[in-house]
């Protein structure tokens, strides 16, 4: 293992400046504690001067006994460092520009008064013994002149830490490397770094500086931030781990962190997303998931698996895929499938490949399941030929379904509080009201709108006999009916064999 790399959290700030996130009190406040069960050093809790809630927020976060230093922002002006002090953060993060653009259009201050302030603010926050961040925001596009001297001014006035931001994100890695090396050889203190993704780079950058002797990463979860946003935790803790260096990160709670960050600001992650997105270890049928069958380094980095980061492997199977490949997949999972049920199973993958869905793995197994646990069809008492349902907001739900029942032909209609409750009310007429559906569960098993339900049911008969029987489909009312008569032909089956 090579160099302890520190982590330092700013979703909670730098994060929380992503344009449309505001995070109310206790939404920070379950980041911060999946933060510190995640493994960070450092959480960035907010900018306490910001608000009378970002300052509670702080506060009270500071306040949990998380085992992460909680840090709070402020500018180089008093109020907003007695803010964070009275947050009772454990570290004060101070900034002010150095760049000629920002100095000149926002601070307009001389180069030595910003030298003269930053010094004397670090000196103001080590007096009141807290530990100090000091970043020349927009360090970038800073004369390394200047900066050299700024950063070597604060680390005199006793700054714990110095923190370079691409503010801009117009780093690139060759360039940011020489930066920080440079900066490395002149400077005793730990050293941050803070990258933003305007060209896509914030991670490579990031991971640039730390080839070139950075201490410490800032990054948020899911790369959310200003703009393109910051680097990103998963990525870069990932990154660091497979080119052998350690941080405290416990990587198999990334993407429980990522879905609770996405769920709580709201920001969606694109199915891309490296590591924690939908598709970071999804295969398309063909030759990558072939390959994957057999060994999953074919088609992968390897050094990380999905399980460790708390992921799943998923196999999606297109329209194109092949009935060996099928098969050849449940067999691996463990299903004896007959050439009669296989093609049926191939048929149902095919049609929903049709309709524009991708069947993930898990599809396939519970289409498997139900074809396989399906009566042939000369045995059935109950043949569905055609259903017709009606809903909207001025219609009363009604469902009429034609059928054969023990060889002859039957027509019933049902209205009912929905598609499905009119359905299966009019499936229940059609047996002469001679069954009860006792259970009823749907599931989806895949996310979207076009996903696989999973529906359960329980029925009983006169006798009081029950049957449990499952269907699946895209159309939940189809899917519903379908296993309510699998669930009769079951039970119909099981009579006339005289089984109990
Ligand atoms: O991007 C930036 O420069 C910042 C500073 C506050 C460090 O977020
Ligand atoms: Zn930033």
Known sequence: MGREIAVFDTTLRDGEQTPGVSLPVSYKIQIAKQLDKLGVDVIEAGFPSASKGEFEAVKEIANLGL????????????????????????????????????????????????????????????????????????????????????????????????????????????????????????????????????????TANTYAAVLAGANEVQVTVNGIGERAGNAALEEVVALLYAEGFKTNVRMEYLVETSRLVERLTGVKLPPNKPIVGENAFSHESGIHAHGVLKDARTFEPGIITPEMVGHKRRIVIGKHAGRHQIKKMLEDAGYVVDEESLTKIVEKVKELGDKGKKVTDLDLFTIAEVILGEVRKEERAVNIEEVTVITGNKITPTAVINAEVMGRKKVTSAIGVGPVDASLKAVTELLGKKIKITEFRMDAITGGSDALADVYVTIKDESGETFTARAAGTDIVMASIDAVINAVNYLMLRKKKGRR
């Open 67 to 202: 085992n992460a230093k909680i840090c709070g922002l402020a500018r180089m002006v008093k109020g907003d460092i007695d803010a964070a002090i009275k947050a009772d953060v454990d570290m004060v993060h101070i900034f002010i520009p150095t760049s000629k653009i920002q100095v000149e259009h926002t601070i307009k201050k001389s180069r030595e008064e910003i030298i003269e302030i930053s010094v004397e603010c670090v000196e103001y926050v080590k007096d009141h013994g807290v530990e100090c961040m000091f970043s020349a925001m927009d360090a970038t596009r800073t004369e390394m002149d200047y900066l050299k001297r700024i950063y070597k001014a604060v680390e005199e006035a006793g700054v714990d830490i110095v923190n370079v931001p691409d503010t801009v994100g117009i780093a690139t890695p060759f360039k940011f490397y020489d930066m920080i090396k440079e900066l490395r050889e002149h400077l005793k203190v730990p050293i941050d770094v803070h990258c933003h993704n305007d060209f896509g780079l914030a």
